[in-house]
């Protein structure tokens, strides 16, 4: 079974929670969330991102590529990944 690293689960987290990831990958992500206290946080952060993106997305359809860069943005500043 494919094993993630904080890095490689928090960099797949959008994809993970878009739906886009392919089953193996989407197991993986959803593993490490389980088993790492560090990063789950994140991924409840993300999750209601995701949520409010998606309500914005009824909406406003140009408004959600500027909010994603923004938080990707604010993950890279602020979002360190936990170390090992
Ligand atoms: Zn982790």
Known sequence: MTRYDCLQALSKL???????????DTE???HH???CQGC????QFCSSFQD???RAAH???DAPPA????????LQTEGAPPAH
């Not at 909010?67 to 604010?74: G, T």
């Open 28 to 30: 993986a992500v959803r």
């Open 67 to 74: 909010l994603r860069s923004r938080i990707a943005d604010l």
């Open 14 to 24: 959008y994809e993970y929670l878009d739906g886009e990831l392919p089953p193996d």
């Open 52 to 54: 409010a993106l998606h």
């Open 59 to 61: 909406g406003q359809t």
């Open 33 to 35: 969330m389980e088993v």
């Open 40 to 43: 789950y946080p994140f991924l």
